[in-house]
């Protein structure tokens, strides 16, 4: 195949695609409106979305689906926002910049938290993938059930069940390993 008709047909395969996420364009608009806190997000997540899928697809094979795919992105360049505006917590300002020795747990006390976050994080990362990130968005990000809900197309109520369910089966996984490692 000649290199000009090569590109021509990359060229028709990159409208076509142009043309598909174009007419998905309000409905992907709406999915981000119900998912982002500020209304003046809409369009900026859009645009980093549609900027991923422009940058995924020179060079590499394209997604089978690409507007799932995109819907993929948007979740995902969401996700990035919450974490870079989550408020770090800056522990310096809390012990004056030095720790004392004397301000530290016995290392008995340090060895049992450390198994307990372990358990924890293990627990946290058996559970399915939409559980994990209610569980994230509230108790990380503080965000409310409702907007969880909003965000991830669930109901409140659903969201709540799914906490309280996952909530439990941690706290039961935790009291049980705990339990054995002190016999």
């Known amino acids: 195949m000649p290199v000009n008709e ?7 395969a990159y409208h076509a695609l142009f043309d598909e996420l174009s007419s998905e364009r309000p409905r992907l608009l709406h999915f981000i409106r119900n998912r982002v806190r500020d209304p003046n997000d809409v369009e900026d997540v859009y645009q980093e979305a549609m900027l991923r899928l422009a940058r995924q697809i020179q060079g590499s094979p394209w997604p089978d689906q690409p507007v799932s795919y995109l819907y993929r992105i948007i979740i995902n360049v969401i996700n990035d926002d919450l974490r870079r505006s989550r408020p770090m917590d800056n522990f310096d300002e809390i012990d004056g910049g030095e720790g004392l020795p004397g301000d530290l747990p016995p290392p008995d006390q340090q060895l049992h938290d450390q198994r ?14 939409h559980t994990k990130t209610i569980i994230i968005m509230r108790k990380l990000h503080g965000m409310t059930n409702i907007e969880i809900a909003r965000r991830m197309g669930f109901t409140a109520k659903g969201v709540e069940k799914q906490l309280n369910r996952a909530l439990r089966a941690i706290e039961a ?4 390993q705990l339990d054995h490692h002190s016999d």
């Not at 090569?6 to 028709?12: E, K, Q, V, Y």
Request: proline content about 8%; some cysteine.
């Open 6 to 12: 090569a590109m021509d047909n990359t060229n028709l």
């Open 116 to 129: 307990c976050l372990a358990l924890v994080s293990k627990e946290l990362n058996a559970l399915p993938p």
């Open 173 to 176: 996984s935790l009291a049980k």
